[in-house]
């Protein structure tokens, strides 16, 4: 008994030790990434990527909780990613005045960031009262019809949206005056650098890093809350934790508001960064997407997720995409006629989808339980393994 | 500890790749040095790769005759392609590579309206060159009733920085709705459009010149190609109500000719019309088994109608000999590629140096009288061309070899001997 | 009568009134919309059966499915390739092409897929629940990479050599093709309901089905039954492949996302792990998709077909013909 309690014990303080170690690593990164690329290539397109990544950092975090947390397959994240862009988009552009409310609002990126936060949970909410009672992957249909109904709901409304036009020209986040004094800008006292959302990928990066920061920590305390500890148990066990007095609509009901949450801030800063929210960006691959870097990252897992996202972000938008360029120029270097280099390019075109589908059945097989597993789950997944075998080693005895 | 080994090794592995994605390309040498231009384009549909040709080939020719004022043109084309169809977020990636090379001084492209919308917000600030071979929503250029936007609040208040070689939609539409209605005599009509920013523009500017015109439109339909493979019931409704032809906006990777084969399923042989985006193989492929009386438009000049591109079409086919490599908008590209590289001579003999983006921004808004091989270009200040001619084509099926051999129309890949006819063409800078 | 089945029978029973009343109203149109509905249901009710019987043995849900359907077609039409079939007609040629390359195709797709379970499922069938999910998804792009590298992004064309033959009865319009269709996917289906209730190895894959620990004490093969589930299923979508392009002539390497999709949409809605279910719940699909076509709007299908969806779990949790399985 005494020596379980140890084990016990010693396995928070390591899982303290792995998080704080990711975390540290994480934020280091984040701070010398953007100086160091902007050294190196002389331009800004990797702070861009890695704000692009943020966004799905974001929407990871998200999804963990509803998928990783409670256990709760959702096939259809990307609607209410979709739902909090559209709330950004169509309130901070002209679009509405081309429709029949016949009037622009511009309102402030700052307070649209949590509305739509709350719209999105309020979709959440929603979509989960009537059907959260389904059972398993029931769930996750309905999720997934919801998430395809919902880009072409975005679509079919061109009145008020655009339709396939899209809303484009969104207003981009400004700070309030006494943050833009006189010490910043161009005037003779500036200290910091013009902190302008408008063409500098540098503030959109340094925004997405604060959002991430704030996700993880919020997430992390409701984790370890009450709230977070019944997740769990209807993870485990669904019936086992309604005997214990848990109210399971209530607490599922929650995970998918907080989950759907996430996306919706998610969404908002996609608009104001990418300045155009179009149907087709919130496919059903996105949800997909997203579902991946989670299960990757290693489910549960906050510091796990991040690093999944990132590292399929990177092979999805990255690795993948560029691959022909990184084999052009090494058939190049190594003097291969431009005949031959062409063709090799387009082979490696060409073979896009298998290398992508090659890579993550590959990372499956070899990490079941993702890059970073919760240790939480896989001591308990390794206990009861254990027990079960020491209660058969007795059986035996017994017998 | 492997499997902690095998992490690690993959995430220097990661990390390496990173710096290597991060520094690709490398220069030529030449005696001032080397200017590069781009290109995006969904290289991964035959028609992107055929523009991407255009440009190598302009490329090339403008080297080996010793390049630009001294400077070696070093071309590189980007895929907008994701996942095997053109993606407005890939083109944004793209251009924002170019914009972070400052060798970049230009680029040909977009091909897809879809596209030129989200990049044109980014390039404009920058002052950065695009010139596109294919596009032609309207509103790209236009401030016209029925846009979602206004082109000024695209460019963010910035000078223009976008032009194209082709006409627009609101052309490329009304021509086919005049030659249907007057011509081939269809005073009722169906329309499908497939969901996209050209599909939806191009069908609605069929639709208003039609029903100015006099015509009915029996019922306007609309598909996405991943949710609907069964047209029939579509189809069925525009015969119920009345139509006899059928008019769709959308281009082939939308699989937009499949109705036109399953027109023939439900028993219904009405003329089918489009614009540029079905005068392809593939779309003679898709109509398979109901290839003849498939009319489209192209928003230019047919080239081999014009005696100036024939040298360049028959150079062209020599050094590029696939059979796919040439295709409706090439020489379209080769146009905008040799506009773009004349710009930059021009303002490299100003700047008596490497120039800036701004200055061939500012030397390509100057362009007058551009003599290209489809004809001579000048350019309104929105960046919209001169040459307003839109040429109508109709597949004609069992061909003879001699008269597929002279068409300049595409063929379908499976039925080789049902090609794209020239049938007539409008100028629309000449008034009627 | 509980509450949430009075809503789904007041649901059905409106949609019933008004297709009902378009019945009366256009007789024509409604039989010929009603046709085009049946032939496309039958092709989703031939690859909702994989779903839903892979589903019922592991509760995995095979992304990859949809991709095994599409690359049935693409097979098929490189084995035609052989013959000299004519597309001008139906000849003898292309009788005995048809009748070797179909079981062909099938028993090829059902070795595929044997294997993809082999290397991609198998490996992973105690491991956390949504790692083989992650893999079938792989394997979903995988495969589509497979047919994009053999014929890119373009449409393929699939040879056209069954009779041409149509009639028009009464105003509504069909031809051999749709009977076609219909026949032989109900033949299919007909021949799968008696391999699962009458033979060993269906009734081994039924056990497995409702308990896998239990039916290993019962001495059955698990990993042999499961790999038999995944062959049948892949018989049956190389079939619908065969079918799909017979009947439409072309496909293209991503058809099988969304086809998949929606069949495994076709799947639920009967009651996943059902199996006259699942062959329902693809025809309806198809009809609804045929009628919202028609009467609704195309660019509205995908908001009914899933809308129906939504509401026939929140009415029926468990599909239209799945049963109350007791909570553990």
């Known amino acids: ?399 | 500890m492997v499997r902690a080994r095998g992490l690690i090794v993959l995430t220097t592995a990661t990390l390496v790749a990173f710096a290597c994605g991060g520094t690709t390309g490398g220069g030529g040498g030449a005696s001032k040095g080397t200017i590069k231009i781009g290109s995006d384009l969904p290289v991964c549909t035959i028609g992107g790769q055929a523009v991407s040709n255009g440009v190598q080939f302009a490329v090339n020719q403008k080297n080996a005759a010793g390049g630009v004022e001294g400077y070696t043109i070093q071309y590189q084309s980007f895929d907008d392609c994701r996942q095997g169809a053109y993606s407005a977020d890939a083109g944004v990636d793209n251009v924002r590579k170019m914009l972070d090379d400052n060798k970049f001084l230009g680029m040909v492209g977009p091909y897809n309206s879809a596209v030129a919308k989200a990049e044109i917000p980014i390039a404009a600030p920058k002052h950065f060159v695009m010139i596109s071979p294919a596009n032609t929503n309207p509103c790209l250029t236009k401030d016209i009733a029925g846009c979602a936007y206004h082109p000024q609040d695209l460019r963010a208040g910035n000078a223009n920085n976008y032009w194209r070689v082709v006409t627009t939609d609101d052309y490329q539409g009304p021509a086919m709705a005049t030659y249907a209605y007057k011509t081939l005599g269809i005073k009722n009509i169906g329309i499908l459009d497939d969901s996209t920013v050209f599909g939806v523009g191009i069908a609605g500017s069929f639709e208003q010149q039609f029903k100015s015109l006099g015509g009915t439109v029996a019922k306007h339909s609309e598909y996405k190609k991943e949710q609907t493979s069964d047209f029939k019931s579509i189809l069925l409704g525009f015969k119920n109500a009345g139509a006899l032809g059928v008019y769709v906006g959308g281009t082939d990777d939308q699989n937009i000719c499949i109705p036109r084969k399953q027109m023939k399923d439900i028993g219904w042989d009405a003329p089918f019309m489009g614009g540029d985006g079905i005068e392809t193989s593939d779309c003679v492929d898709q109509a398979s088994g109901n290839e003849p009386n498939i009319y489209a438009t192209s928003a230019g000049a047919d080239a081999t109608k014009v005696d100036g591109a024939k040298q360049a079409i028959a150079d062209f086919r020599k050094a590029f000999s696939g059979p796919n490599d040439f295709g409706g908008y090439t020489m379209q590209a080769y146009d905008a590629a040799n506009a773009l590289m004349a710009a930059i001579g021009r303002a490299v003999k100003n700047a008596n140096g490497t120039p800036s983006r701004e200055q061939v921004r500012a030397e390509m808004a100057k362009t007058t009288g551009f003599k290209g091989v489809i004809g001579t270009y000048d350019f309104d200040k929105n960046g919209d061309t001169s040459l307003k001619i839109v040429s109508i084509y109709v597949v004609t099926g069992s061909l003879s070899d001699a008269a597929i051999k002279d068409s300049t129309g595409v063929c379908g890949s499976k039925t080789k001997n049902a090609c794209f006819v020239w049938k007539t063409q409008f100028d629309f800078a000449k008034p009627a | 009568m509980s509450l949430p089945d009075f809503g789904f029978y007041v649901l059905c029973a409106t949609a019933i009134v008004l297709l009902a009343a378009q019945a009366v109203i256009h007789p024509g149109e409604f039989v010929q919309v009603f046709i085009f509905g049946l032939t496309q249901g039958s092709i989703y009710a031939l690859v909702a059966l994989g779903y839903t019987m892979v589903y019922g043995i592991i509760e995995l849900i095979n992304f990859a499915h949809g991709d095994v359907f599409t690359l049935g077609a693409y097979v098929g039409s490189a084995i035609l390739g052989f013959f000299a079939i004519s597309e001008g007609g139906f000849t003898t040629v292309n009788l005995i092409a048809l009748l070797l390359v179909f079981p062909a195709v099938m028993l090829v797709m059902g070795g595929i897929n044997v294997a993809i379970e082999r290397v991609a499922y198998r490996p992973l069938r105690n491991a956390p629940r949504l790692a083989p999910l992650i893999t079938a998804i792989g394997m979903s792009f995988f495969l589509e990479g497979v047919m994009f590298l053999w014929h890119g992004p373009a449409t393929v064309h699939f040879p056209d050599i069954l009779p041409k033959a149509a009639t028009t009865v009464a105003g509504v319009f069909f031809g051999f093709k749709d009977v076609f269709v219909v026949v032989v996917a109900a033949i299919l289906v007909a021949l799968l309901a008696i391999f699962i209730n009458r033979t060993k190895l269906g009734k081994a894959m039924r056990a497995t089905a409702q308990d896998r620990d239990a039916a290993q004490l019962m001495g059955i093969d698990i990993n042999r039954t499961i790999a038999a589930t995944f062959f049948i299923g892949a018989l049956l979508a190389g079939a619908g492949g065969m079918i799909w392009g017979l009947y439409y002539n072309t496909v293209y390497y991503q058809l099988g996302f969304r086809s998949g999709l929606i069949a495994f949409t076709a799947a639920v809605f009967g009651g996943i792990g059902n199996i006259p279910g699942a062959a329902l719940g693809g025809l309806i699909i198809g009809l609804i998709a045929a009628f919202s076509d028609s009467y609704i709007g195309s660019k509205w299908t995908q908001v009914v077909v899933f809308g129906i969806l939504i509401g026939v779990l929140v009415f029926r949790p468990t599909g239209l013909l799945g049963m109350r399985v007791p909570e553990k």
């Open chain 1, 1 to 399: 008994m005494s020596t379980s309690v140890f084990t016990r014990l010693h396995l928070r303080d390591r899982i303290r030790d792995r998080d704080t170690a990711v975390y540290s690593i994480l934020l280091i990164l984040a701070l010398v990434f953007p100086m160091a690329s902007i050294y190196a290539t002389d331009g800004t397109a990797l702070v861009s990527q890695a704000t692009r990544a943020g966004t799905f950092v974001l929407l990871a975090i998200g999804l963990n909780v509803v998928v990783g947390f409670a256990g709760l397959l959702d096939l259809g994240y990307a609607a209410f990613y979709a739902i909090g862009a559209y709330s950004y988009a169509l309130f901070a552009s002209t679009q509405l005045a081309s429709s029949p409310a016949h009037h622009a609002f511009h309102l402030p990126f700052w307070l649209m960031l949590f509305v739509a936060l709350f719209v999105a949970a309020a979709a959440g909410a929603v979509l989960g009262f009537p059907t959260l009672r389904l059972r398993g992957d029931y769930l996750a249909i309905v999720t997934l019809g919801f998430g395809e109904i919902v880009p072409q709901l975005f679509y079919n409304f061109d009145q008020w949206t655009g339709g396939i036009n899209a809303v484009g020209g969104i207003d981009q986040p400004t700070l309030p005056a006494w943050i833009q004094g006189p010490w910043s800008g161009d005037g003779p006292f500036q200290v910091v650098r013009n902190f302008n959302f408008g063409g500098d990928p540098v503030a959109f990066y340094v925004l997405i890093c604060i959002l991430i920061a704030a996700a993880i920590i919020l997430v992390n305390n409701l984790y370890r809350s009450r709230l977070g500890r019944a997740w769990m148990a209807i993870r485990e066990d669904e019936v086992a934790a309604a005997a214990m007095g848990i109210n399971t609509v209530t607490t599922k009901l929650l995970a998918f508001g907080i989950g759907a949450s996430f996306s919706g801030f998610a969404g908002a800063f996609y608009g104001a960064n990418v300045s155009l929210v179009s149907p087709d960006s919130f496919l059903f691959i996105v949800s997909i997407t997203v579902l991946v870097m989670v299960v990757l990252g290693g489910m549960g897992n906050i510091s796990g997720v991040i690093i999944g996202a990132l590292v399929l972000y990177y092979v999805v938008y990255y690795l993948i995409p560029g691959l022909p360029e990184n084999v052009r120029s090494l058939a190049n270097s190594i003097g291969l006629s431009s005949e031959t280099t062409r063709s090799l390019a387009d082979a490696t075109q060409h073979l896009n989808y298998i290398i992508y589908g090659g890579i993550l059945v590959a990372m499956m097989l070899l990490r079941p339980q993702g890059l970073l597993p919760s240790r939480v789950r896989e001591q308990e997944l390794k206990h009861a393994a254990v027990q079960e075998e020491e209660a058969a080693v007795e059986m035996e005895h017994a017998t």
